[in-house]
């Protein structure tokens, strides 16, 4: 494991290499700092533009993004009350009060150095854990794998933010169209219209349309937003008492941030709320929290940030994503011609190795430019969201026509676009989507084989020990929500 580390890192500082290290923090400042524009859309965006790129290069790209948006949200969040990502929603809870008492720096800086520390923390975490679970998924068949799926998406379901039932809608539909194009097994074309079908709905303008090309429908909504106004920066640093009141959370924040990120669909935003949430129910100042306690930020970033190297560890481990940042990611090895899951470290060490290393090395990187540059990244709030609409659907057409050089995949992105629109004006989330086209082929085609193995004998699945330990799982992990949700119904009607 070490001599592979240490390739990742000569990857890292190879010239080119690095030089893109640097260009993706800077666009990752530039999408997080700007409301609206999550990491998700980022990398969406940022995709097309890797196709040329060798693998790795793409991934060093692709990962410092990634991690340097979940941070760039906190300075809008902490200086405008503006939450550039959802995951700094909590972050500004904290961070703001304290900007109106003058304490903006202080602010910043704690969410720099909380972030950092849980980006280290994670990322030792991920080196640690990853490679185990990849070699423990070696010894998985087609039963295995379809349980794993079908684990992840009923943990998709059961995490939608505000309806259970429109999580698992939105699941479906993206198991319905999975079902486009040819039969995996056997070859017969399932409703296709047109050849262009053949091998399915484009994976990446699919995205790139539900979730970029959407958020600009969005802005021309708002384009009548009101100028922020940004304050003078004042106090950075943390002083000493401080340190030894936050050093727990410091602690606590990234270790439950990895392992909630590790859960499929839990996410960053997730991650910072459990984290905040936490440190306000062991915290012995209770009521100072939402009025400019310093725990609050720590606890937020510290999360949120960790999140990021835990949907790492299933996506490159098992190939199921942690994430909807990570199923785009997917997306893109795919289109790489590399196929994420166990046999990643084994086939193809170089690019789990290099993002390990991407993760490490961008750390002191975003502590300068976070600090230094938090001025100029919350500026990016006052761009007019007309202007900034014309640019990010610019993007997603050249995107789209980039895929296969056809205006196929743009007509494809458009409907998505159109489609992802229309569900979020009804409260449906688009997440679980994304995550079911990513997770629906291994279903289908693993459940296929299956059942091709064991003659058409259903009872083989649960002759598996692993496969009906998983399937246990997720009929509890669905059952669960249900009981809380008809416990709180009448915890509401009794009142």
Request: with cysteine; net charge positive.
């Amino acid at each position: 494991m070490i001599e592979n580390l240490l390739t990742g890192f000569s990857e890292v500082f190879h010239l080119y290499h690095f030089a893109g290290l640097l260009l993706g923090i800077v666009i990752g400042y530039f999408i997080g700092s700007m409301p609206g524009l999550t990491p998700s859309i980022g990398i969406a965006l940022l995709i097309p533009f890797t196709f040329t790129m060798e693998p790795v290069m793409a991934m060093i790209v692709v990962s410092s993004l990634y991690m340097a948006a979940e941070y760039g949200g906190g300075i809008t969040a902490i200086l405008l009350n503006a939450p550039g990502t959802p995951a700094a929603a909590a972050t500004a809870f904290d961070g703001y009060p304290l900007t109106k008492k003058g304490q903006a720096g202080k602010a910043l800086t704690i969410s720099i150095v909380s972030s950092a520390i849980g980006a280290l923390m994670s990322s030792i975490l991920l080196i640690f854990t990853a490679v185990p679970m990849a070699e423990f998924a070696l010894h998985f068949g087609p039963t295995e794998y379809f349980a794993l799926a079908i684990f992840g998406l009923s943990l998709v379901g059961s995490l939608s933010q505000e309806s259970m039932v429109k999580g698992i809608l939105s699941l479906l539909l993206g198991l319905l169209i999975v079902t486009i194009g040819l039969d995996p097994v056997m070859g017969t074309p399932r409703f296709v219209f047109t050849n262009a079908l053949f091998d399915g709905i484009p994976f990446l303008p699919a995205l790139i349309g539900l979730f970029a090309l959407s958020e600009v429908f969005y802005m021309l909504e708002d384009v009548h937003n009101k100028t922020a106004k940004l304050e003078k920066l004042k106090g950075i640093g943390i002083p000493k008492t401080l340190v030894k009141k936050i050093w727990k959370t410091l602690l606590r924040a990234p270790i439950l941030g990895y392992f909630i990120g590790v859960v499929p669909g839990a996410g960053t935003t997730i991650a910072s709320l459990v984290s905040y949430n936490e440190a306000k129910r062991v915290s012995k100042e209770k009521e100072s929290f939402g009025k400019g306690n310093p725990e609050g930020i720590a606890a937020s970033e510290g999360a949120n940030n960790a999140a990021v190297s835990g949907a790492f560890a299933p996506m490159l481990a098992l190939g199921i994503p942690g994430s909807a940042s990570a199923a785009i990611i997917i997306g893109a090895l795919t289109v790489q011609g590399v196929k994420p899951g166990p046999m990643l470290f084994t086939d193809n060490p170089d690019i789990p190795y290099s993002i390990f290393a991407t993760l490490l090395v961008s750390i002191p990187i975003m502590l300068v430019l976070g600090l230094g540059g938090a001025r100029l990244w919350a500026k990016v709030v006052l761009i007019p969201k007309s202007i900034l609409a014309i640019f990010v659907s610019g993007i997603c057409v050249l995107g789209a026509y980039a895929y296969s050089n056809s205006m196929f995949p743009v007509w494809v992105m458009i409907i998505f676009g159109i489609f992802g629109y229309g569900l979020r004006k009804v409260n449906i989330p688009t997440t679980p989507m994304v995550l079911s086209l990513v997770l629906g082929y291994m279903m289908e085609t693993n459940f296929r084989r299956a059942v091709t193995v064991s003659n058409g004998d259903l009872s083989f699945f649960l002759s598996r020990p692993m496969t009906l330990i998983l399937l246990l799982l997720s009929i509890i992990t669905l059952i669960v929500p249900i009981v809380q949700n008809i416990r709180s119904h009448k915890k509401k009607n009794l009142q």
